[in-house]
T-cell receptor, first 111, second 113 residues
Framework: QKEVEQDPGPLSVPEGAIVSLNCTYS??????FMWYRQYSRKGPELLMY??SSGNKEDGRFTAQVDKSSKYISLFIRDSQPSDSATYLC???????????WGAGTKLIIKP | DGGITQSPKYLFRKEGQNVTLSCEQN?????MYWYRQDPGQGLRLIYY???????QKGDIAEGYSVSREKKESFPLTVTSAQKNPTAFYLC????????????FGEGSRLTVL
């Protein structure tokens, strides 16, 4: 079993829909949780960063961490075609530890 | 503008040849990393370096080599010993002790014919 599980998709939704992307993990020591966005043939860029449990909101994006369920989510409101990309979750026990990555979910927003 | 520059963007090589991928950063970051990305898989760490003249193997170091002679540069050599070298290679850097955020280059796509 992988340490971090993420459905690779693709996930296809109409423009304007609310998107929910998720990762599950097995290591209860993870405390740092990140979401990266990767456009085709580009490097990933950090989208959201959360420490420990709780929610974090940034514009149309909300990141949630549920440590009791070992489950993290990224919500995108009012989705746009420009949100079409692969979304990778990543997590670590400590900021000095190596990140453990999910496989990435390919998201397609249809105009 | 600060950032990470990887070159070449696309590279074709024959089987049995060594190839070197370049990674240069002007972010003044101490730590640098090389990842490999294959379809349907997460990023896998090849090598990382926390400081000049020092580097450590990641999860899939076999068939790869690196050097860190300058803070700004962290080249990766894909040797003929790497059994399946065709992949997308990503270089990244970070500030140790910070949030752990990685800053990535645009990647190098290596195809071995």
């Amino acid at each position: 079993q992988k340490e971090v599980e993420q459905d690779p998709g693709p996930l296809s939704v109409p423009e304007g829909a609310i998107v929910s992307l998720n990762c599950t993990y097995s290591n209860s020591a993870f405390q740092y949780f990140m979401w990266y966005r990767q456009y085709s043939r580009k490097g990933p860029e950090l989208l959201m960063y959360t420490y420990s449990s709780g929610n974090k909101e940034d514009g149309r994006f909300t990141a949630q961490v549920d440590k009791s369920s070992k489950y993290i989510s990224l919500f995108i409101r009012d989705s746009q075609p420009s949100d079409s990309a692969t979304y990778l979750c990543a997590m670590s026990e400590d900021s000095n530890y190596q990140l453990i990555w999910g496989a990435g979910t390919k998201l397609i927003i249809k105009p | 503008d600060g950032g990470i520059t990887q070159s070449p963007k696309y590279l074709f090589r024959k089987e049995g040849q060594n190839v070197t991928l370049s990674c240069e950063q002007n972010l003044n970051h101490d730590a640098m990393y090389w990842y490999r990305q294959d379809p349907g898989q997460g990023l896998r760490l090849i090598y990382y370096s926390q400081i000049v003249n020092d580097f450590q193997k990641g999860d899939i170091a076999e068939g790869y080599s690196v050097s860190r002679e300058k803070k700004e540069s962290f080249p990766l050599t894909v040797t003929s010993a790497q059994k399946n070298p065709t992949a997308f290679y990503l270089c990244a850097s970070s500030v140790p002790g910070g949030s752990g955020e990685l800053f990535f280059g645009e990647g190098s796509r290596l195809t071995v014919l």
